[in-house]
């Protein structure tokens, strides 16, 4: 499949080429850009929760100082709603009509001439509403429910006849809260009309979508939008969606005719770009005394918002999992008068693999099992649903190393027989098989005379080090020296990119810079296929390899010149080549793609007099394909597991449930672990080169997560006798 050499694995964990510029504060993130005649925008938001909007007095707001305009639901224009991308529908559009669904909808935008005036006058709004009694419970019975929203409820064999073959059964029911992503960047969005063009600077993980979001909601040309994001402070899925402060921004700069920003305050955060929506889960597993599982049912209900879409299929993780004969998995989602969830930090995994590994840590329990043998005897050898053979899967590796490195086989079978002075201590741990995802990428390449590359995406680096892997990857592709290449990326005019989610950015993007890189040696060797004076003259591009800024023939090492003495040779300042990926097809390829695969190990250790949990000890063993930079992919691993720890120990959005009002809406209510909180964590890579792709990677990003709540709750028990169903774990669990 490849047409020139690739090494099996880079892996080499450079710094980041991006870190003198975030270092110095010369990395421009969308709240650091400016231009003349720059003016600000300020949002109030509904102080209920459902009913209608009776009356708005904008006039003393109108009045204040500085004040430019005020925009209502009276005086908006009428906009379009965003197209539906991968993620579903697009948020309502703001400001169309006197209804109010959440509790802190936009009802007005305020612009001044200073972020400060315009704050004063939104606080001069006057809003009365005619209230209704808001739907907030995600188990109260009046609200709407939604079927099987994505068409990925699963049934195989004959569920009700595997647990009648059981010996052993478990069931339990298991409930995670609101959570709210909360990426440190406070999102931005500055918008700059000239005539029927925008410029855009937008905390997004994805630039295309705010690009052909605004074309449709403002009816303007795609390519007259232009959307930058070099830097984005942060996501955790916050920024993969087009939100209405996004369009209230653009829309405040065209009234005005000035370019306008716009800053999310924190507290706005909580109910502007969305959360992971609460869960109630039912789970059973049924297996046989020999520990073979021979039944799982899965039901999970999240909330969602009136009139939005929100992918999260938390019982899913049960279908792909484990080897077991006869599964039943679905979803519903009742409507409530709550902000938009949407992706967050692996959505529905996160959540569903809580119960699931929780449950499967019980059964082994019951059964007497060490819950490390009983995943090893499940383990999947094909994919569950596709019934296809793995591209790769190092599940069983990352199982026997993570135990290897943890110390597993000292773990006492019996809870609560390990102490440590007033310390109870547990030993727990998890498994996770993360799905893959891959969507179409493009991404161009282009060498230079001085014998230097330039390589570019629209895509985003959110921290994960998109920059750094790019770079390293296309000075491989291309035998390049690092310091040779240039990576670029965040702007909307450059070749199409998917979101930075999923973890399926590297990946897709991995592979479109493959294809431009082998198409670019394959220009070169076009330039000088009847080239008398090249040692090249007819080589095919798997008769070369890249080193050193040269291309060499392959049998013959000395043979071969550079790509500055071809350029200069031939009177070209420069060659480019496009490059793009599709998603690999498993009927065609006869293998299901693989996503991650990992396991979690934890030791945690709980003073059962004060009900304090503190987790002392983590490996995360993981599959993610090849890894493009050790280092990188490391530090991804490790902020997965404190996102793991956060959402074990920490995270809980309250909702005030008469007046639908968030309560904890600041970071000095929300809890967050700090450093006291997360231990040393070792990580472990486990397998090697996928054979899906030509790049052969698959993705560190959510698999670092998903499992840590379930392995700290497996620890609890086996530390104090406790099961614990709900997240997250407080102290009142504990005493
Ligand atoms: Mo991730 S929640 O797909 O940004």
Redesign the pocket.
Same mark, same amino acid.
């Given at each position: 499949m490849t047409t020139f050499q690739t090494p099996a694995s880079l892996g080499a964990g450079i710094d980041r080429v991006d870190a003198p510029l975030k270092t110095t504060g010369t990395a421009h993130y969308p709240n650091d850009f400016s231009y003349p005649g720059l003016v600000h925008a300020a949002l109030v938001g509904s102080t209920i929760a459902a009913g209608r909007i009776r009356a708005i007095d904008a006039s003393a707001a109108q009045a204040a100082p500085g004040v430019l305009t005020v925009i209502t639901y009276l005086t908006a224009p009428r906009l379009e709603r965003g197209p539906v991308s991968l993620l579903g529908k697009s948020p309502p559009a703001p400001l169309q009509d006197d209804r109010i669904l959440h509790h802190g909808q936009h009802v007005a935008v305020v612009v001044a001439d200073t972020p400060e005036r315009a704050r004063y006058a939104a606080s001069l709004v006057r809003v009365t509403y005619e209230t209704a009694e808001p739907l907030l419970d995600v188990r109260d019975p009046r609200a709407e429910t939604v079927e099987n929203p994505w068409g990925l409820d699963t049934r195989r064999g004959d569920p009700d006849a595997g647990f009648e073959q059981a010996d052993a059964v478990v069931e339990g029911e298991y409930t995670t809260p609101d959570n709210t992503n909360n990426p440190l960047g406070l999102m931005t969005t500055i918008a700059s009309w000239h005539g029927d063009s925008v410029t855009i600077h937008d905390s997004t993980?994805w630039p295309y979508n705010v690009r052909t979001s605004i074309a449709r909601i403002f009816g303007v040309p795609e390519s007259g939008v232009r959307v930058l994001a070099p830097f984005v402070g942060g #996501?955790? #899925?916050a920024g993969?969606r087009v939100w209405p402060h996004t369009v209230l921004a653009v829309l405040a700069a065209r009234e005005v005719k000035h370019p306008v920003k716009l800053v999310l305050t924190r507290p706005q955060m909580f109910t502007s770009v969305g959360h992971r929506p609460d869960s109630v889960q039912h789970i059973r597993i049924g297996a046989t005394s020999a520990g073979d599982l021979v039944a799982i049912e899965h039901h999970g209900l999240s909330s969602v918002a009136m009139e939005d879409d929100d992918y999260e299929p938390v019982s899913l993780c049960s279908a792909v999992s484990y080897a077991c004969p006869n599964v039943v998995t679905r979803d519903r989602q009742a409507r409530l008068n709550i902000p938009c969830p949407g992706?967050?930090?692996?959505?529905a995994e996160a959540q569903g693999n809580f119960a699931l590994e929780s449950a499967i840590d019980e059964l082994a329990h019951t059964l007497g099992m060490d819950p490390l043998d009983l995943r090893l005897r499940n383990i999947a050898d094909t994919h569950p649903v596709l019934g296809l053979p793995w591209s790769s899967n190092a599940l069983r590796e990352c199982y026997t190393e993570g135990a290897a490195r943890f110390g597993w086989s000292r773990r006492p079978p019996g809870t609560g027989s390990l102490r440590d002075g007033r310390w109870l201590v547990g030993l727990g741990m998890a498994s996770v098989s993360y799905p893959f995802f891959q969507v179409p990428c493009q991404a161009r390449a282009s060498l230079r005379r001085d014998g230097s590359a330039y390589v570019r995406s629209a895509a985003t680096d959110i921290g994960t080090g998109t920059y750094t892997v790019m770079t390293q990857l296309a000075a491989e592709l291309l035998g390049l020296d690092i310091a040779k290449v240039r990576f670029d990326l965040g702007d909307s005019d450059m070749p199409y990119a998917p979101m930075? #989610? #999923?973890s399926g950015l590297t990946g897709a993007l991995a592979n479109a810079v493959h294809a431009a890189c082998r198409t670019l040696v394959a220009e070169f060797l076009d330039v000088v296929r009847d080239d008398d004076a090249s040692p090249l003259r007819g080589a095919r591009p798997d008769d070369v390899t890249a080193a050193d800024g040269r291309l060499r023939l392959i049998g013959d090492p000395g043979a071969g010149e550079s790509y500055a003495d071809i350029l200069a040779r031939h009177g070209l300042e420069e060659l480019s080549a496009d490059g793009r990926s599709t998603p690999p097809d498993a009927r065609r390829l006869g293998m299901a793609a693989a996503g991650a695969f990992g396991a979690k190990f934890v030791e945690v250790r709980i003073d059962p007099q004060l009900g304090l949990l503190r987790v002392t000890r983590v490996v995360s063993a993981i599959d993610g394909g090849r890894v493009l930079n050790e280092k990188t992919a490391t530090s991804q691993i490790v902020g997965g597991t404190v996102g793991g720890i956060s959402q074990a120990l920490f995270e809980e959005t309250v909702t005030d449930a008469v007046t639908g009002r968030i309560a904890n809406a600041t970071f000095g209510d929300y809890l967050m672990p700090v450093n006291a909180d997360v231990p040393d964590v070792e990580v472990v890579f486990c397998g090697g080169s996928d054979r899906a792709t030509d790049a052969s990677t698959k993705g560190v990003g959510?698999v670092g997560l998903v499992g840590l709540a379930a392995a700290i709750g497996n620890a609890v028990h086996h530390a104090t006798g406790r099961r614990l169903r709900s997240l997250p774990f407080t102290i009142d669990q504990l005493m």
């Open positions: 993980q #996501g955790f #899925g993969l992706s967050m930090r692996a959505p930075a #989610g #999923g959510e």
